[in-house]
């Protein structure tokens, strides 16, 4: 549309550039009557062409003989002249033939078009009056020619306007255009220089963090050096000076090593790369730790921790232990940090109400103080990273990551503070359930869930009571005695099955009272410390108390406390015991001590090629000591580097144990090495190391090492390993077969005398075993079936892989195999439930020979 308008003003312009100079023309007459007009047109048409010369200008100039109506009259004209000769010439003519005819001015060509276009033919007279056109005539004419010009011009001058209007426009627009290119092109510069930037800015940040965590890692080691040879040399005999030197150099590096491994691990956390695990732990094993961890960071005061655990807390949980260990180890040390003398409590519960079959739980962890607190107008920064509203040794990163930590845990982490007053943080977070269906939390046998009258003082409250929930859960009767009225006199403690007394007030009078007793109804003392004060040794406790405990206490050690107490009595009490889960494992285990292995048991894996990386000679000599006459080939490497060498000339090794920390390539990177190496990854590597802190250990098992031996070796803690990792060898399982099969007939698939001799040849011992694994395992079959369900699969492994051990442990071969199919099977393939079936019926015939087996020892034994 606009183009078209822009055509016909050029048009336009066109016509009006192209016209020639126009000289006005001669009104002949003008007439109110159309017959006049016409008439005298005619007229001087006759007239003129009968006058040669006329007749040959006109031919030349192409003038006409024109009539126009007008709105009022007719005009008779001759026109268009561009000559002015011409035009006088022809008006000499004209003026004699028609004396009123006069020149005009120019009148505009548009309005001459339009003229034209409006010829009609004249007729009617001349009125004289007309000529008031004589009068007027001119002057009308004049205006029409001189409107025609002004309209003429306005046009041009509209279209020069719009013209220019539009040129302008479109210069604008150009310009515009050009400008915004150039803004372009310079935003497109400097997005690309801003790019270039950040690259370069993660490059560098990237490059940093690696240096710094590279840098970090390297000064961990000096630092441990440093940390472990003073704590080496303090012990050793010093002048004052020295010692006091000393132990200023060994805090100094423990603090350093706090600060690496805090700024090592937020590192991680910020970088993405801290992944959590997800493991089954029993949550008093976790605060045990915790409170040892707080105990190795603070020096000792008078301060309490005390943990209340709620009775709905499940005991084995699923999650992170170690990231979810360190979290409350920084709370309860901040709170211990920020106050003189007092109670820290930790409360564990449940937000909300416990469901049948429940498999996930939320659990709030809350741990309050009444130290210094936190003014109201820092609360909001004591989680920023490197905050300290005081100096502390701290590193001012404990809260930062325990918060991130909490994030990746999907919890939340809070604080409520009253400055001068104390402090208490929370913690929430959800953790998986792993003895879903197991009704109780902590299993005792039967016998020992009885009403025992037990008195607890303590002159903390809260410790009190919450010892005496504690004791509550086993179906115990607790009376508590504050330890401020000791003060007047010493209760009567006769009536009493056992007395829990704070250490601190097991006094001169107490232990007189206790002497006066007879020994007969004299209840069992448990004298309760605590793991932060300075332990009192005396005399008296040394002599009359059955146990010392160190507080914080928590469900799973008052547990062994009865079970140490009362467990041997209520197993001959009647007869059976049904033990599970927890105590069973500890019953195991502590069977395997009582057991005493000793190297000659090393002689079960004979045959295995061990390769063991470990730069101390001494160390060297002492592997090869214990496994001389094992049959076990044993390897020495001095250093990460010569194992790797090893391993490559293609010798095949059955276990690795790795010291972690040795000269020229250390334990973590051969490790990882080895572990990326598809040749060699499936061999286990063992980690030796003299830490057994859970950071130390997690990093080893984040370096690849599948499992750690702490050093000085064990000779029970290394025969737990190479069960673990190494088949036995084939001579023990060839002879437990063929003594098999003089079995008598359907007992072929369990060897009793293998397990008999496991069991130290102890049958009374042997006895319980049988009966715990059989409590315990009895029902692994609905276990497997709720793990596969769920495609649980890791579980399914690590419950079968328990079962596989324990089995071949008491004979049960058969069932042993069984649990490995299990182990072994790749559940993306091959069908879980055939296997569980074939599991199963392995389970019932192994059960059957057990039943038969024990009713038979029995009645020998009534015999
Ligand atoms: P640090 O390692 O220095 O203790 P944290 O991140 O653990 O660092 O704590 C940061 C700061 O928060 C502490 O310096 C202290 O000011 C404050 N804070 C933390 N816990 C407590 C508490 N229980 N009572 C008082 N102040 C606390």
């Keep these: 549309m606009r ?39 005619k007229d001087l048409q006759k007239r003129l062409d009968a006058d040669k010369r006329i007749h040959r200008l006109k031919e030349k100039h192409g003038f006409r003989y024109i009539s126009r109506v007008s709105d009022h009259y007719s005009i008779i004209a001759i026109e268009p002249f561009y000559d002015d000769h011409v035009r006088s010439a022809v008006f000499a003519v004209v003026k004699k033939l028609f004396p009123k005819a006069y020149l005009n001015t120019l009148p505009s060509k548009t309005l001459l078009a339009k003229y034209e276009d409006e010829r009609i033919p004249v007729g009617g007279a001349e009125t004289g009056t007309g000529m008031t056109a004589s009068a007027d005539g001119p002057q009308t ?28 426009q479109h210069r604008r627009q150009k310009a515009r255009i050009a400008a915004l290119e150039h803004e372009n092109t310079q935003l497109k510069e400097q997005n690309g220089d801003l790019q270039s930037i950040n690259a370069e800015h993660e490059r560098t940040m990237n490059l940093r963090e690696e240096m710094l965590g590279k840098m970090t890692s390297k000064l961990h080691k000096p630092m441990k050096e440093i940390v472990g040879k003073s704590r080496h040399v303090l012990t050793s005999e010093l002048s004052e000076q020295q010692s006091n030197e000393l132990k200023t150099i060994k805090s100094s590096g423990e603090m350093m090593f706090e600060i690496v491994d805090d700024l090592l691990d937020f590192m991680k956390i910020r970088s993405g790369k801290l992944a959590l695990k997800n493991s089954i732990f029993n949550i008093n094993h976790l605060l045990d730790n915790v409170v040892k961890a707080v105990i190795d960071r603070i020096h000792r005061k008078d301060v309490e921790v005390v943990f209340e655990i709620e009775k709905g807390v499940p005991a084995k949980l699923i999650g992170d232990p170690v990231r979810l260990g360190q979290i409350l180890t920084n709370l309860i040390e901040n709170a211990v940090k920020f106050m003189d003398q007092g109670e820290v409590r930790m409360f564990v519960g449940r937000n909300d109400e416990a469901k049948e079959g429940e498999e996930e739980i939320v659990l709030v962890f809350a741990v309050t103080d009444n130290g210094i607190g936190i003014k109201e107008e820092e609360i909001d920064q004591i989680f920023a990273p490197f905050y300290q509203s005081r100096e502390t040794d701290g590193s001012g990163l404990g809260l930062a990551i325990s918060k991130e930590l909490t994030g990746l845990m999907n919890g939340q982490l809070g604080v409520r503070s009253s400055y001068g007053e104390g402090s208490e943080f929370t913690l929430t977070v959800t953790l998986g359930i792993a003895g879903v269906n197991e009704k109780r939390q902590y299993r005792l046998p039967d016998s020992a869930y009885k009403k025992r009258e037990i008195l607890v003082i303590d002159y903390h409250d809260h410790a009190a009571t919450a010892l005496k ?127 005493e292995i000793t190297k000659e048991n090393f002689s079960e894996f004979s045959g295995a090629k061990i390769l063991a990386a470990e730069d101390n000679e001494i160390n060297q000599k002492v592997l090869q000591g214990l496994l001389k006459e094992s049959g076990i080939k044993l390897s020495i490497a001095g250093d990460g580097k010569e194992a790797l060498q090893m391993l490559k ?215």
């Excluded at 829990?500 to 007969?520: D, G, M, R, W």
Aim: glycine residues 4%; aromatic residues 8%; proline residues 3%.
């Design 649 to 863: 000339e293609n010798r095949e090794y059955d276990l690795i144990l790795m010291d972690a920390n040795m000269p020229v390539m250390d334990g973590y990177e051969a490790t990882e090495r080895i572990k990326s190496n598809p040749k060699f990854s499936k061999i286990p590597v063992v980690a030796l190391s003299g830490s057994t802190m859970p950071e130390d250990i997690d990093m080893m098992l984040e370096h690849g090492m599948d499992d750690h031996m702490a050093k000085p070796i064990q000779i029970s803690a290394m025969y737990e390993i190479f069960e673990k990792y190494l088949e036995r060898s084939r001579k023990t399982e060839e002879v437990a077969q063929e003594a098999a099969v003089h079995q008598r007939s359907g007992k072929e698939l369990y060897v009793y005398e293998d397990g008999l001799k496991r069991a130290g040849g102890d049958p009374a011992l042997f006895a319980e075993v049988l009966l715990e694994f059989r409590s315990l395992y009895s029902h692994s079959v609905s276990a497997f079936e709720a793990m596969m369900a769920k495609q649980q699969y890791a579980l399914v492994k690590q419950l079968s892989l328990d079962i596989k051990g324990v089995a071949a442990n008491i004979g049960a071969y058969r069932l042993s195999k069984a649990a490995e199919t299990l182990q072994t099977a790749d559940f993306s393939k091959e069908d879980g439930s055939t296997l569980l079936e074939r599991y199963r019926s392995v389970l019932v015939d192994t059960l059957k020979v057990l039943d038969e087996q024990l009713t038979e020892r029995k009645a020998v034994a009534k015999v």
């Design 469 to 595: 929930k504690m004791l509550e859960y086993f179906h115990n009767n607790v009376d508590i005695i504050p330890g401020v009225e000791l003060k007047n006199s010493v209760p009567e403690m006769s009536g009493y099955d056992m007395v829990f007394i704070s250490e601190k007030l097991f006094t001169f009078p107490v232990v007189k009272h206790l002497h006066h007793i007879e020994a007969e109804t004299r209840p069992k003392i448990v004298v309760v410390g605590s793991m932060l004060h300075k332990p009192l040794r005396t005399n008296a406790v040394k002599q009359m108390a059955d146990k010392r405990l160190m507080k914080p206490l928590n469900q799973q050690r008052i547990l062994e406390l009865i079970i140490e107490f009362y467990g041997q009595e209520s197993a001959t009490e009647d007869g059976t015991i049904s033990v599970m889960d927890e105590m069973t494992e500890l019953a195991l285990k502590a069977q395997r001590q009582k057991r």
């Design 141 to 168: 004419s004049e205006k029409l020619s001189s409107g025609n010009t002004a309209l003429q011009w306005a046009a041009v001058a509209l279209f020069f306007g719009l013209l220019f209007f539009h040129l302008f």
């Design 3 to 41: 183009n078209i308008f822009m055509l016909l003003l050029l048009l336009c312009l066109y016509t009006s550039v192209t016209a020639k100079e126009y000289m006005g023309n001669i009104i002949v007459g003008t007439y109110a009557k159309y017959a006049a007009a016409e008439n005298n047109y």
